[in-house]
């Protein structure tokens, strides 16, 4: 507080100065020059903090600033990658109940479980909530298997 204190006082100091220097200064080339001069008097004053600044305490403020970026960045790589697995999920499915839909399935619910594989989420498993038939779950199950590599294995049928 007291270096705030003497930092304020300087700052005020220094532009009364300059105020006064500015309003005796007659006209002229004379003039520039003394404005110039207090221009740089009241730089050096505003930034004096910086020049009687600890080192340490600065290099401590960095780390600590660097330390909080990479936790803020970290954080919101994890979020933006489970916005984008939601994302993928939900697209599947709604891309299997559309299918389903075509091929004759009205009554169905899923959902679907995705996988990191390969640099990306992919479609790994799905569990399947539906009254159709035998034949129907057949047609669907190799479209599962074939459009969106999900092996009968893990296709997991329940009836409703």
Same mark, same amino acid.
């Given at each position: 507080?007291?270096?705030?204190?003497?930092?304020?006082?300087?700052?005020?100091?220094?532009?009364?100065? !300059?105020?006064? $220097?500015?309003?005796?200064?007659?006209?002229?080339?004379?003039?520039?020059?003394?404005?110039?001069?207090?221009? *740089?008097?009241?730089?050096? *004053?505003?930034?004096?903090?910086?020049?009687?600044? &600890?080192?340490?305490?600065?290099? &401590?403020?960095?780390?600590?600033?660097?330390?909080? $970026?990479?936790?803020?960045?970290?954080?919101?790589?994890?979020?933006?990658?489970? =916005?984008?697995?939601?994302?993928?999920?939900?697209?599947?499915?709604?891309?299997? @109940?559309?299918? !389903?839909?075509?091929?004759?399935?009205? #009554? @169905?619910?899923?959902?679907?479980?995705?996988?990191?594989? #390969?640099?990306?989420?992919?479609?790994?498993? *799905?569990?399947?909530?539906? #009254?159709?038939?035998?034949?129907?779950?057949?047609?669907?199950? &190799?479209? =599962? #298997?074939?459009?969106?590599?999900?092996?009968?294995?893990?296709?997991?049928?329940?009836?409703?």
């Amino acid at each position: 507080m007291t270096f705030l204190r003497a930092w304020i006082l300087g700052l005020t100091g220094a532009s009364i100065l !300059a105020a006064l $220097a500015g309003q005796l200064t007659p006209e002229g080339p004379v003039k520039k020059v003394t404005g110039l001069v207090c221009g *740089v008097m009241l730089a050096g *004053v505003m930034l004096s903090p910086l020049v009687r600044a &600890d080192r340490e305490i600065l290099s &401590d403020a960095l780390s600590d600033y660097r330390q909080t $970026a990479e936790e803020l960045t970290a954080d919101v790589e994890a979020r933006e990658n489970r =916005l984008i697995r939601t994302f993928i999920q939900e697209q599947c499915r709604a891309y299997i @109940l559309d299918e !389903a839909q075509l091929l004759g399935i009205t #009554d @169905l619910s899923c959902t679907v479980r995705v996988k990191w594989r #390969d640099e990306s989420w992919v479609p790994y498993e *799905v569990s399947l909530i539906t #009254d159709a038939s035998a034949e129907e779950r057949r047609r669907l199950g &190799d479209y =599962l #298997d074939g459009e969106l590599g999900i092996p009968e294995e893990r296709q997991h049928w329940n009836e409703k």
